[in-house]
């Protein structure tokens, strides 16, 4: 496949600020929007339910309503005019480039943007690719997630923007069938995936911003996630990964984000089937929740080693330094003066290495001694434990260093 070569950053960003992730790609003032790119569709929709329409509606995310009689017909990752027209406007992200130039693009590299504008009273067959076409696309941006070149937030910046045209075209098309729920499920981890990457970083006020419209869009395309599970449910039939995407949901209340969505999480769990809520994915995750609030530091850790997944673990991570620093304060406050805490012992507790603890010790104002056999020790009733003020470094967590390789 065709790559593009070229500057990695000054264009492209010049590019984003002009059609943002907020506002999305607006066409010019002299176009009729999206209709001057092809042909009115007249076909049917193609698959869905009869539950379909009042489904894909709850689908705001995409900023489109769906229509019932169109089935896109778009070849490309792109509409050629759009392309064209992109061209002509130097509009091409640094991975659209052919060769490195901004002026020119191809079917093998340009993506179609996501459009908050659109509408489906002007939407043609030809400005909406087929679900085949849709996954060749998702494929295609999975694909850059591996690239060496690029940093991960330059990545993300462009794979973000087109997965939300993804979706689009799905809700526009009224798709909702088993290969949608493919889809979204590789979106979600997508945003997974984005959401620990982008937290590692976060010392960067603009990758901060990433981080956080990231977890709206995650939210989001788990709602609309869970509305294709119900619309394509047979009986008390449990999809194949079901039960680990709505444990994302449940685990996105750890910490300082809590209800993602809204709604208290007893709401919520009313409308899950009984199937899933008896899942071992979802009693892992609710277990972990419970251990949190609780303070069960040691059942927190033990269960997240012997038990997380890779996507939960994905989820867990920002949240894990947090749990961290509610030990040591129950031991720091709890423990007995003349017995200093081994550093060593609290470190597999923590399922941190004893040199990181050492370092996080400090970060919360704790001081370390050591005794006659120069083992460190955590001297308690210390009045200095304060959080520390900002984020927490990033830390590796002991027995699940297979998952953090893969990033």
């Known amino acids: ?6 500057n990695r950053g000054s264009s492209f960003y010049q590019s984003r600020r002009g059609h ?3 506002r999305g790609h607006r066409f010019p003032s002299n176009q009729s929007k999206v209709s001057s790119f092809g042909e009115r569709g007249t076909s049917s929709s193609t698959s869905g339910s009869s539950a379909s329409n009042s489904v894909l509606s709850n689908r705001q995310e995409e900023d489109a309503q769906p229509s019932s009689n169109i089935v896109g017909t ?3 990752m792109c509409p050629e005019r759009e392309r064209i027209q992109r061209e002509k406007l130097r509009d091409l992200a640094v991975f659209e480039r052919l060769n490195g130039n901004p002026r020119k693009s191809s079917p093998a590299l340009a993506v179609k943007k996501f459009c908050r504008t659109i509408s489906t009273k002007y939407v043609q067959a030809s400005d909406l690719r087929p679900i085949v076409v849709l ?3 998702l494929n295609y941006l999975w694909s850059l997630l591996e690239s060496k070149e690029h940093s991960f937030e330059e990545v993300h910046d462009f794979v973000f923007d087109r997965t939300r045209s993804i979706r689009q075209d799905i809700t526009m098309q009224n798709i909702v069938n088993s290969k949608a729920i493919y889809l979204y499920e590789r979106m979600v981890k997508f945003h997974v995936v984005s959401h620990y990457n982008l937290w590692r970083s976060m010392s960067d006020p603009n990758t901060a911003s990433m981080h956080h419209l990231n977890l709206e869009q995650l939210t989001k395309t ?7 599970y119900e619309a394509n449910r047979n009986s008390n039939h449990v999809h194949e990964n079901e039960a680990e995407f709505h444990s994302l949901y449940v685990l996105l209340h750890l910490g300082s984000y809590s209800q993602p969505m809204g709604e208290p999480l007893s709401v919520w769990f009313r409308r ?9 994915e979802m009693c892992f995750a609710r277990r972990i929740l419970r251990s949190s609030q609780l303070g069960n530091y040691k059942d927190f850790f033990c269960t997240t080693a012997a038990q997380a997944t890779y996507l939960q673990f994905c989820i867990m991570m920002p949240y894990i330094n947090e749990v961290r620093a509610l030990a040591l304060s129950c031991i720091n406050f709890g423990g007995y003066k003349l017995h200093p805490y081994p550093l060593l012992d609290l470190s597999k507790h923590l399922m941190i290495k004893e040199s990181d603890l050492e370092s996080f010790c400090h970060s919360c104002g704790l001081e370390i001694c050591t005794d006659e056999s120069g083992n460190k020790l955590l ?17 590796s967590f002991l027995g699940l260093q297979e998952y953090e390789s893969q990033f």
């Open 272 to 280: 899950v089937s009984t199937p899933v809520l008896k899942s071992k």
């Open 20 to 22: 943002g992730r907020g």
């Open 222 to 228: 788990l709602t609309s996630l869970f509305n294709l």
């Open 135 to 137: 996954e060749d696309t």
């Open 74 to 76: 778009c070849p490309y």
């Open 379 to 395: 001297p308690t009733k210390q009045t200095t434990f304060s959080h520390p003020k900002g984020r927490f470094q990033s830390y």
């Open 1 to 6: 496949m065709e790559g593009g070569n070229g």
